[in-house]
């Protein structure tokens, strides 16, 4: 039984690093209405997943991009990212303010804003060919004590967000937010940064004419490239910030909190830039929504059957070898079933081919792979 009883605990400690070690948008704040963000914990489980201005990735393991990569599509939207199926209808001149899920103190780094114009819609566009120019990038603040002050150490004072501002003289469109932070503790080495891009689709009002030169994303850097290759451990007295120049009309703004006061639809459906579509307000609310599981699909399709248990000297009572979601503590839980979180005596384990994944302190579930 304490074979079992540590086993369980080091899957969900494995998880638990996993998913504290880096980070993703959980929601983005325009005009103090909260927008759902691609909630990589429950999305990819899901049939019909909610449709929101952000964009689809199965990157559930919170990873980076690379840069061996930097030359891949992956670099544009995160792993194997796919468009959004919704946008916000925003104004140019309003701010966006970004919410991370968390960030580690030791992955110091610029955050980095691009815009990418859709000629169409950004729900069908070939990322390949969105062309993103720089509205914000704060690299290194303050390098009085090495490894110094970033971007992302003033995203992690400010509650794990970041905001940026919309430029007032960019044509109306629509747009494909890509907010990025890259982690620079490795990047003394060529090959040692990290890229974490995070996609939204933007629907912008203007009365600007703007439309700034792009890079395509396979292009914004290379792995040796001034910013990417850097080290963070010795004085640095000036650190450029990576990838194109930034855009004339973009807006410095001081960091700050961004209170939410509604919760909001994102759009979906075609992405007219004439069609002034508002935010669907549903409810207007003081704090943050918090996820909650009963939003996770249940299935009672069963995992294939598991192999048949290790014949044990110790006697471990594992007399079937059927995942059942009645087993007791230590038993094994369904896919998608409940396998942990505060309060929870069902089982701990997953079956063959699954692993407890943390959703929240509340809500540990078994999802496919090995965590
Ligand atoms: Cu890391």
């Known amino acids: 039984m304490y074979q079992i009883q540590s086993t369980s605990l080091m899957v969900a400690l494995l998880a638990a ?13 325009v005009n103090g209405a909260y927008y759902e963000g691609f909630d990589i914990g429950s999305f990819p489980y899901m049939e019909d997943p909610p449709k929101v201005a952000a964009w689809t990735t199965p ?24 468009n959004a199926q919704a946008h916000i209808p925003i104004k140019a001149g309003d701010r966006v303010s970004i919410q991370w899920s ?68 960019i044509a109306p469109g629509n747009y494909v937010l890509r907010h990025e932070l890259i982690a620079l503790h490795g990047a003394q080495a060529e090959g040692g940064a990290q890229s974490y891009p995070q996609c939204f689709n933007l629907q912008v009002t203007s009365s600007g004419t703007d439309q700034p030169a792009g890079v395509v994303g396979t292009e914004l850097y290379t792995p040796d490239a001034p910013g990417i290759l850097a080290n963070i451990y010795s004085a640095i007295s000036s650190y450029p910030v990576p990838g194109p120049t ?9 960091q700050a909190s961004s209170a939410v006061t509604s919760t909001a639809t994102a759009v979906a459906g075609s992405a007219s830039a004439n069609n002034a579509a508002a935010a669907v307000v549903t409810s207007r609310v003081s704090t943050i929504p918090v996820q909650i ?18 014949p044990s000297s110790s006697g471990v009572a594992s007399s079937s070898a059927t995942p059942s979601a009645s ?27 699954a692993s407890c994944h943390i959703h929240n302190a509340y809500y540990h579930q078994c999802v496919p792979g090995r965590g």
């Open 246 to 254: 930034m855009y004339s009309g973009a807006v410095s703004i001081t």
């Open 293 to 310: 599981p009963s939003t996770f699909q249940t299935r009672s399709r069963t995992m294939t059957p598991s192999v048949t248990p290790t």
């Open 327 to 353: 087993a007791g503590p230590g038993g094994q839980q369904k896919l998608y079933g409940q396998c942990g979180g505060q309060g929870w005596v069902g089982p701990s384990h997953c079956g063959q081919g």
């Open 102 to 169: 968390e960030w580690p103190e030791s992955h110091h780094g610029p955050v980095i804003d691009y815009l990418a114009r859709c000629e169409e819609d950004c729900a069908t566009v070939d990322k390949t060919s969105l062309e993103f120019f720089k509205i914000d990038g704060v690299g290194l603040v303050d390098d009085a004590d090495v490894p110094g002050l970033w971007g992302d150490d003033q995203l992690i004072k400010n509650n794990n967000s970041w905001i940026v501002e919309i430029p007032q003289s």
């Open 17 to 29: 690093t996993k998913v504290i070690a880096h980070g993703h948008v959980t929601n983005v704040v």
């Open 59 to 82: 990157n559930t393991g919170n990873g980076f991009i690379a840069p061996d990569q930097f030359g891949s599509p992956d670099i544009i939207c995160h792993q194997n990212a796919t």
